[in-house]
Structure formats: structure tokens, C-alpha cells
């Protein structure tokens, strides 16, 4: 299937390098790629792996040996959810381990100087999944000829490559070893290299080369040009680079599975990487599964594709209220229905859009009693029993008590069923006036009518919302809800066309000292009560609007002296402080948290965790539980 596509003239001579490896006979052949290791194709196993390959010991980690093998079958809801293999794949220089500890893992070893200097060491040896050498070239290449190349990268560097504005110094001493290194702590390096979507600081240079002006004849490049049907060099440099999106069979990865379908609509395979890097300690190359099928269908039939059995590994798309129809079928469809945590700080949360367009409007939803009032003025008792049978925890957005800075007061904060207050905040505001129908209304005589903007994916957002409808009626605000696409409803929130919307809460509901708390400054548009305000941060000025609240101002402060502090203690009463300020100012107005997450598991899909975390960050969802480790029992 597979051999067709990818093996050519880069795997002749990778097998034509020196390689002082372990014998063949200390790597177990794999059976999917026999043919063509037989064909003299692909080198022996052995030949594949690095010389320092990470080996894991299952035992030790409470998990079982497994074999090769098999195909796994997942889904998803759009084609472009195909980068969801990247995240659960999670191949990453460092990575979240199951204690929250960040560890090397594409990296064999990391030096850490004050949080200022950073030694990378590559496991020599490793190799792209084309065969080729990973070395520090490619690190090279990304830094020196795409982050710093105007053409391909216009508006400079991440900006997490960024401390106080100074860009690091890169060196490469040798093949194996690259150098990262400010002038100032840049605490947050190495937790942003373990993230679910991490920068990838580096690219697979020997295949992008061949797609840049600095490397390519003007000749070539203009008939590679019409091949692909484009205009300019930057625009073909850029779409075939893909390294998050993951849509492109052709370029290499060191994901564990690659992809192996070309121009998909609704059906995606992911055939296992030859050339890995994660091995047993029986002697066995990761993963143990030989190919994840990824299943494209509308969001309303995830569940009930999965309590059909037709999934081996399914929690994207299922929420709480699924739990039912997947429990009655697990007997026919041969699975069981786990329960785990969530990460997120809120299962569902109400962002009043701070930046919108409208003057009067913005006024009100800048005002901390509004928000506060809107707040109280919810029933979520009634929601947690309606929607998760008193399962989840009621309370505000904040972090989730595994993290060091939970403190019960700020889940409780305006968080009470307490219409009798959030009538007299209203009241305090001016907002006397009733219409006919005894809503409020506003100073310039508009009905004070909240629209509230939805992604339309999650039946559990509208049923909240229409309990909430009834809640907000009784203190004399009307909800009218109005589900969106969600690219169209992202776009109109950053444009400020957005009064409110909904989206979960904090992604990454469980922060460590080591945690940026960037996500909690007004720096990144995505960011749903503050846009502009994060458009501002990261366009450096050129686009959105410079903070001018006072609290805003405050956590835009604190998180630039988060970065500039050098003891964790310092880190830590920052982030005490900025859990604070979101607790007292309702910036987003959280409903519940700690919601159960159903998870479907093929009754022969082993070492999948009984107990465990849904977590985008940290955890990359299935990603810091290592799909590379399950395995299919016969």
C-alpha cells in the first residue's frame, strides 16, 4: 500500500550510510514492513533505529508488552482534523510523562542553564521518515531560512521565541547538539515544546530545500511552480510545509504514523514510521499498532457510529450526554465506555466580547457588575443535574485542584444561584428601565437582548443556554442564542462583530510552576472576551487595540514579569495573583468544570488508562497516555 508512495531514491542511500547501531537480531523486524525490507528497499530494523533509541519499560509504567500489529480505527469531524494524528501521535522534543514532568523525548538529553541557555542533544542516528538523517541542519534551516525569511515567515519569529521583544541566539555546534540562548530567562521554552500544537523548531531541510529560492535555480523552481499550479515560491515553500496540519503525504515526519492517502475526503490511513524512534524494552519498535484508519462524519453520528462499534478509540466528538446509548451498546459493539477527567478549566463558558464594535454595548459588557450579575443570575445546579447528573462541579472558570494554585474561594467566586444580587448590580449600573415585555433596557433605550454566538458542534452548549435563557429572563436580560460555523464564528468574534460567545474554558485547566500563564494575559486573540486586545500583543501594535482596563493592563504586567522572574516562588505568587484578578473580574463567565469524558475503548485495544485526564493542555488529549504504546490482543 504504501511502498508505492514514499520509498525511493533517499532510502538507497540511507542504506547506503555507515550505521554502528545495536545488532539486527536486538530489534524485532516488523511483519508490515518485511516485503520491502526483503526487497533490500528499507533497511533491517536495527539498521532504523537511532543509536540511542528511547526504550520504554512497560512493566515499570504498569503497562503491558504488546505486539505489532492491526488497524485502529478512529473519527473525526472535518478533513482538516486529520492534524489530530499529530496531536495524538505526540512525538514532541519534550514531552508532559504521566506525572506532569516535562522529559526529553525526540531529544535524548537537554541542558538547562537558568532558564536562559538551552543545549539540545539529537539521538544520533535518528531518521526522518524518508530515511534521511535528522540532524541539526534541520534546526538550522527552520531558524536561518524560514522563521527569519520575510518572504516565507512576514511577520518574524514566534513569539515565544521572544523574551522582552530579544530574539534567542541559535548555534549548532556540531551534527547532533543546537543551542538556544537569551540574554534574559525564557522560562516557558521548554513547556512550549511539550504543547499538543508545539512551534516545531525545525523542518525536514533535505525535502523543503528543494522548494526554496536559496537552494533552487530560477529555471528549476519556475517549472515546479507550474507543476503545482502556483505563482510564487514562498506559496509553494509554505503549503508544503505542514508540519501541524499534517496534510501532506509527501513530506517526512517523526510522528509515529504517517500519512498514506493523498487528496482525502472522507477516509484517512496512517501508516507506522520505519524509522521511529521509541522501542520497547523486549526489543520491539513503536508503535505496536500498524495503521490508524481516521473516519471523517458528521458530528451528530460519533456517537452513534461508535455505540455501533465501528470505533476502536473514540472520545473527540462525545460529550457526557452520549454516556447512555454508548453504555447500552458496548455488549454488541464489543467495547467499554471509560469515564475520564477534563482538563479544562470550564466545560463550557460564556465570553462577553470586551472588544465589540458597538460603543454603548461595550460600555456595559466592560462593566465588572454586569458580568458579575450575569453570573449569579445562573442556575447551574440545574444545569449539572439536568446534563451530568450532578457529576460535574459547579462553580466559575479557574484552574481545576490538581493544579498548586486552586483555591476553592475562586471556583465559588459569583458563582452562587443569587438572582436577588445580580438584580441589584443591574440596578446599581442604571439599568432601571423595563420594556413591555420587563426587559431591561439600555441608556440610549435599546432592550438590553445578550446575543450569544455558538461553534453549533455541542448539543450540551444550546441545552445550557436554553436553561440559562430562562435564568437571565428572570433578572430581565433575554439570551438569544445563534449557532455559527466555527471558522465563521471565530472570525466575526476577532473582527469585534461578536457581542458574546461560548467556547470551553481554559484549555489547560491544570497549571504547574513551570506553566506560562501567557494564556492568562491579554496576548492571544483566541482569547474569546479580548481579541483585539490579544491581536495587539501578537502583531506588536500593528493590528487590534492596546489594553486600556485597568485588570487587563494589571495581567498584562504580571505576565511579563512571569517571564522576566528567576525563582520558581516568584513564578508562583505571579500566578496566584493573576488567578485573582480572572476570579474577581468574570472575564469569562465559567459554568461547570470537571465534567466526566466518555472515552469508547475496543474491548482488544490494551494499555488505553482506566482513569486519566482529557486534556488538550497539557496532554495533547489521547497524546501523554502514548497511543504508540496500545496494542490489539488477537
Known amino acids: 500500500m504504501f511502498k508505492e508512495k514514499l520509498f525511493g531514491a533517499l532510502l538507497a542511500v540511507a542504506c547506503a550510510l555507515p550505521i554502528n547501531w545495536a545488532s539486527a537480531q536486538d530489534v524485532q523486524e516488523s ?260 495503521v490508524v484508519e481516521m473516519q471523517v462524519v458528521a458530528p451528530g453520528l460519533v456517537a452513534a457510529k461508535a455505540n455501533a462499534g465501528e470505533v476502536d478509540l473514540q472520545a473527540r466528538g462525545l460529550d457526557f450526554k452520549d454516556t447512555a446509548i454508548l453504555k447500552k451498546g458496548e455488549n454488541a459493539g464489543n467495547y467499554k465506555t471509560l469515564l475520564w477527567g477534563n482538563g479544562t478549566a470550564s466545560q463550557i463558558a460564556i465570553y462577553p466580547n470586551l472588544n465589540y464594535n458597538d460603543d454603548g454595548w461595550r460600555e456595559v459588557l466592560r462593566d465588572v457588575r454586569f458580568r458579575r450579575a450575569l453570573s449569579l443570575a445562573i442556575n447551574r445546579k440545574v444545569i449539572n443535574k439536568g446534563m451530568y447528573f450532578g457529576l460535574a462541579k459547579e462553580g466559575a472558570m479557574s484552574v481545576l485542584p490538581i493544579s498548586p494554585f486552586f483555591k476553592e474561594e475562586h471556583r465559588a467566586a459569583w458563582a452562587s444561584y443569587d438572582p436577588d444580587q445580580a438584580n441589584a448590580l443591574l ?72 457581542m458574546a460567545s461560548t467556547w470551553f474554558g481554559w484549555d489547560n485547566g491544570l497549571p504547574q510552576i513551570y506553566t506560562s500563564p501567557s494564556y492568562l494575559a491579554p496576548w492571544d486573540q483566541a482569547f474569546l472576551a479580548w481579541p483585539k486586545w490579544g491581536q495587539y500583543h501578537q502583531t506588536h501594535g500593528e493590528a487590534g487595540e492596546a489594553p486600556d482596563m485597568p485588570a487587563a493592563v494589571a495581567l498584562n504586567d504580571l505576565a511579563h514579569e512571569w517571564n522576566r522572574a528567576y525563582s520558581a516562588a516568584d513564578r508562583g505568587i505571579i500566578w496566584s495573583k493573576m488567578v485573582q484578578i480572572h476570579a474577581d473580574n468574570i472575564f469569562a463567565i465559567g459554568l461547570l468544570n470537571e465534567a466526566p469524558q466518555p472515552v469508547v475503548v475496543s474491548n482488544r485495544l490494551q494499555n488505553v488508562p482506566e482513569k486519566a485526564i482529557w486534556a488538550w493542555s497539557p496532554g495533547a488529549h489521547f497524546g501523554m497516555h502514548r497511543v504508540d504504546e496500545f496494542f490489539f490482543t488477537e
Do not use: C
Not at 436553561?467 to 469585534?496: C, F, H, Q, S
Open 31 to 290: 511483519a508490515f514492513w518485511q516485503a520491502e525490507v526483503d526487497a533490500g528497499d528499507l533497511p533491517v530494523a536495527a539498521d532504523r533505529m537511532p543509536s540511542q533509541p528511547l526504550v520504554v519499560d512497560l512493566e515499570v509504567r504498569g503497562r503491558k508488552y504488546g505486539t505489532q500489529g492491526g488497524t485502529l480505527r478512529t473519527m473525526v469531524a472535518r478533513s482538516k482534523d486529520v492534524r489530530q494524528m499529530v496531536v495524538y501521535g505526540y512525538a514532541r522534543l519534550m514531552v508532559y510523562n504521566e506525572r506532569y514532568e516535562i522529559v526529553p523525548d525526540l531529544l535524548a538529553s537537554l541542558e538547562n542553564e537558568n532558564d536562559s541557555r538551552f543545549v539540545m542533544h539529537l539521538r544520533p542516528g535518528h531518521r526522518w521518515s524518508d530515511g534521511h538523517p535528522f540532524t541539526s541542519e534541520d534546526f538550522r534551516y527552520w531558524w536561518e531560512d524560514v522563521a527569519n525569511n520575510e518572504l516565507l515567515t512576514p511577520s518574524g519569529p514566534l513569539d515565544v521565541l521572544r523574551v522582552e521583544g530579544e530574539l534567542p541566539e541559535v548555534t549548532y555546534p556540531d551534527a547532533h547538539t543546537v543551542v538556544y540562548e537569551w540574554s534574559k530567562p525564557n522560562p516557558q521554552f521548554l513547556q512550549v515544546l511539550a504543547e499538543a500544537r508545539p512551534p516545531f523548531i525545525f523542518r525536514p531541510a533535505h525535502f523543503l530545500k528543494d522548494l526554496h529560492a536559496d537552494y533552487v535555480g530560477e529555471e528549476e523552481l519556475r517549472e515546479k511552480l507550474r507543476e503545482a499550479r502556483v505563482r510564487s515560491w514562498p506559496a509553494l515553500h509554505n503549503r508544503s510545509d505542514n508540519m501541524y496540519k499534517f496534510d501532506n503525504p509527501d513530506l517526512p515526519t517523526l510522528q509515529p504514523w504517517m500519512l498514506a492517502t493523498k487528496d482525502g475526503k472522507s477516509r484517512f490511513l496512517f501508516v507506522r514510521n520505519p524509522y521511529y524512534h521509541r522501542m520497547d524494552a523486549k526489543g520491539v519498535q513503536l508503535p505496536y499498532v500498524d
Open 427 to 498: 440596578d446599581e449600573m442604571g439599568l432601571t428601565e423595563r420594556d413591555k415585555d420587563g426587559y431591561r433596557m439600555l441608556e440610549d433605550g435599546r432592550p438590553a437582548w445578550l446575543v450569544i454566538e455558538t461553534a453549533g458542534e455541542r448539543q450540551e452548549v444550546e441545552n445550557a443556554l436554553q436553561i440559562i435563557t430562562d435564568n437571565w429572563k428572570d433578572v430581565g436580560i433575554k439570551l438569544i442564542m445563534r449557532p455559527l460555523e466555527r471558522d465563521i464564528l471565530r472570525n466575526r468574534v476577532y473582527a469585534g462583530e461578536t
